[in-house]
């Protein structure tokens, strides 16, 4: 079975300062991998996905995530985070074969980001 | 603008007391998914649809239905609601294209307490 691990409820940062956001997935087959965002009172948005290709992938609002295969980790980096990404982000990997696109994703459990001033 | 929309955002009720979440998108997107979120879980998928007419469970189907009549609606009903079905619900939706993966659009949540 396929599963995602965000080890780290909460990940506190100072703003200016670079930011990790950990995830490990386990799958069989190549992994789809992704990242969501969540505001408060908001749903979920899409930051980046990785497909196939370069490890290192750049997303949205200068998130990037690195694929790292040995290490079956999809970690999520920003060089310099701000106050206004404070919110719970969502690592995700996609369960299904190829020719199935139900059950589209499996998430992690989530992991607040707090940006201090 | 391109959006999923849920009703009601809010809603609080008693135990067996049957209720329906509404889901709607206007993307005209194949497919679209009912999901939960609890604490420390992520979020756990309840029933998903890959057109009009088909749908399938999820992780956590329990005590759940679906109906998918027209291709933008995606209605979440509950017939018995239980207090174990108390959480925050998000509906999903994306396009369905063979061998590429397109990222889902999430509606705002409805946040269900049962008492």
């Known amino acids: 079975a396929q599963s995602v691990a965000q080890p780290e409820d909460q990940v506190n940062v100072a703003e200016g300062n670079p930011l990790t956001v950990k995830c490990t997935y386990s799958?069989?087959?190549?992994?789809?991998l992704f990242w969501y965002v969540q505001y408060p009172n908001r749903g979920l948005q899409f930051l980046l996905k990785?497909?196939?290709?370069?490890?290192l992938v750049k997303g949205s609002y200068g998130f990037e995530a690195e694929f790292n295969k040995s290490q079956t980790s999809f970690h999520l980096k920003k060089p310099s985070a701000l106050v206004s990404d404070s919110a719970l982000y969502f690592c995700?990997?996609?369960?299904?074969?190829?020719?199935?696109?139900?059950?589209?994703?499996?998430f992690g459990g989530g992991t607040r980001l707090m940006v201090k001033p | 603008e391109a959006q999923v929309t849920q009703n009601p955002r809010y809603l609080i009720t008693v135990t067996g007391k049957k209720l329906t979440v509404t889901c709607s998108q206007n993307m005209n997107h194949e497919y679209m998914s009912w999901y939960r979120q609890d604490p420390g879980l992520g979020l756990r998928q309840i029933y998903y649809?890959?057109?009009?007419?088909?749908?399938d469970k999820g992780d956590v189907p329990e005590g759940y239905k679906v109906s998918r009549k027209e291709k933008r609606n995606f209605p979440l009903i509950l017939e018995s609601p239980s207090p174990n079905q108390t959480s925050l619900y998000f509906c999903a939706s994306s396009l369905l294209s063979g061998s590429s993966y397109n990222e889902q659009f999430f509606g705002p949540g409805t946040r269900l307490t049962v008492l």
């Open positions: 995700a990997v996609r369960k299904a074969p190829l020719w199935n696109a139900g059950n589209m994703l499996t």
């Open positions: 799958v069989s087959g190549n992994p789809y």
């Open positions: 649809s890959m057109n009009v007419e088909v749908t």
């Open positions: 990785y497909i196939t290709g370069d490890n």
